[in-house]
């Protein structure tokens, strides 16, 4: 079983901003485009953004486009989600996944096990 452990999280103000790591093992990360992925309060799971696996394309979804940008470390098996002027929207657990279509995640094969970010007004 692939693990993938995230960091990162926290509490920040609206505006404010934080980084988001993801570390995989090296088979994982050598074989799958990477994914991030939110669940806030009440609402079913959403695509946030994704890099194939070549780090050459990324993918956003609109409501993040423009504030979040993910990247990969291929040498340090990381993947990292930056997030930038926060809004109080953003709150939810946000998970790292593998896999293949970015935007889908019926299509990622590897989870981790989220971490909490809040973002207060």
């Known amino acids: 079983q692939e693990q993938l452990v995230e960091s990162g999280g926290g509490l920040v103000q609206a505006g404010g901003s934080l980084r988001l790591s993801c570390v995989a093992s090296?088979?994982?990360?050598?074989?799958?485009?990477m994914g991030w992925f939110r669940r806030a309060p009440g609402k079913e799971r959403a695509f946030v953004a994704a890099?194939?696996?070549?780090?050459?394309?990324?993918f956003y979804a609109d409501s993040v486009k423009g504030r979040f940008t993910i990247s990969r470390d291929n040498a340090k098996n990381t993947v990292y989600l930056q997030m930038n002027s926060l809004k109080p929207e953003d709150t939810a657990v946000y998970y790292c996944?593998?896999?293949?279509?970015?935007?889908?995640?019926?299509?990622?094969?590897?989870w981790g096990q989220g971490t909490q970010v809040t973002v207060s007004s």
């Open positions: 090296e088979r994982t990360f050598s074989n799958y485009n």
């Open positions: 890099i194939m696996l070549n780090g050459g394309r990324t």
């Open positions: 996944a593998a896999g293949r279509l970015p935007r889908w995640p019926e299509t990622y094969d590897y």
